[in-house]
Every structure is written in structure tokens, then in C-alpha cells.
């Protein structure tokens, strides 16, 4: 009776796992969506191996230095991040700013206030990354024009 019970009890599983089973085909199927021609498109190229944003980068990154960024005419911005959340910062044209930088809670992202505009700022070993806002995700939608990085890397 034993024997009898454990081959019912088999039954099922052995259906479980033959339907769990790799199915090894692909779909060949070819979509014309009349995108035959090669298109051409301008992508910044962006470091792929750019340092992810620590989760507490205040206590674990040596932030005190010089982020650079050059825009695509040519012009490089500067920003200087100072021991007493100090910043300067030197805009393509010339025009110097300074002022102080406020820290957001999970101590990866800082403020700075300029002229009425709000500018967020991820921090990560050697590299800053401007964000769209408060609430963007500081390790993805990296762009060249948006990444500044320091002097010495």
C-alpha cells in the first residue's frame, strides 16, 4: 500500500517539474516595422564604470574638492565643495558664485541654492551627478552633461 501511495504522490510532481522544464525555442519571428535603415543618432558617451551613489556618501566619500564639467561648446563649469558645506562655483562664462550647500537626510544628496534655482546633487567617489530634482534615482539616467567629475580622477 505504501508503494502505491508514494506513486500517487510521485504523479503530480513529476508533472510539476516536467512543466518547469526549459523551453530551448526561441520566437523567429521577424516584426517589419519599416525601421530597416540604419539610424543616426548623436549619444553622449557616458563612463559605464561611473561610481555608484554610496548610501551614505557624507560619511564614507571624500567630497571636499573640485567637480568639473564641460558642456558640449566647449565651456567647463566648476564646483568647489569646501569643509563647512561651503561651495564655489565658476559657470562656463566666467560668472563665480558661492555660497553654502544643505545636506538631504540620507546624506548622498546635497542642495545648492543659486539665484532662486534649486540644484540637486548626488555624490559619489570623485564624481558629482546633477539631478532633475529631489526625488530622481541617483544611480540611474547618467548623462555626460550632468556628471562632473573631480579634478584629480
Known amino acids: ?29 521577424i516584426v517589419d516595422d519599416g525601421l530597416t535603415e540604419g539610424v543616426d543618432v548623436d549619444v553622449p558617451e557616458v563612463d559605464v564604470n561611473a561610481p555608484e551613489v554610496p548610501v551614505d556618501a557624507r560619511g564614507t566619500v571624500d567630497y571636499e ?19 563647512d558645506d561651503d561651495y564655489t562655483m565658476v559657470k562656463a562664462d566666467g560668472t563665480e558664485t558661492s555660497g553654502t550647500y544643505s545636506w538631504y537626510s540620507d546624506n548622498s544628496r546635497i542642495l545648492i541654492r ?25 544611480n540611474s539616467g547618467r548623462a555626460a552633461e550632468t556628471t562632473y567629475t573631480a579634478s584629480d580622477q
Not at 69 to 79: E, F, H, L, P, V
Open 65 to 83: 574638492q573640485t567637480y568639473t564639467n564641460t558642456d558640449a561648446a566647449g565651456g567647463t563649469t566648476s564646483i568647489t565643495l569646501g569643509p
Open 114 to 138: 543659486e539665484n532662486g534655482e534649486n540644484m540637486v546633487f548626488a555624490i559619489a567617489e570623485g564624481t558629482l551627478y546633477r539631478l532633475a530634482d529631489e526625488n530622481a534615482d541617483p
Open 1 to 29: 500500500m505504501k508503494h502505491v501511495t508514494r506513486m500517487a504522490l510521485a504523479a503530480p510532481l513529476a508533472l510539476a517539474l516536467a512543466a518547469c522544464g526549459g523551453n530551448a525555442d526561441t520566437d523567429e519571428r
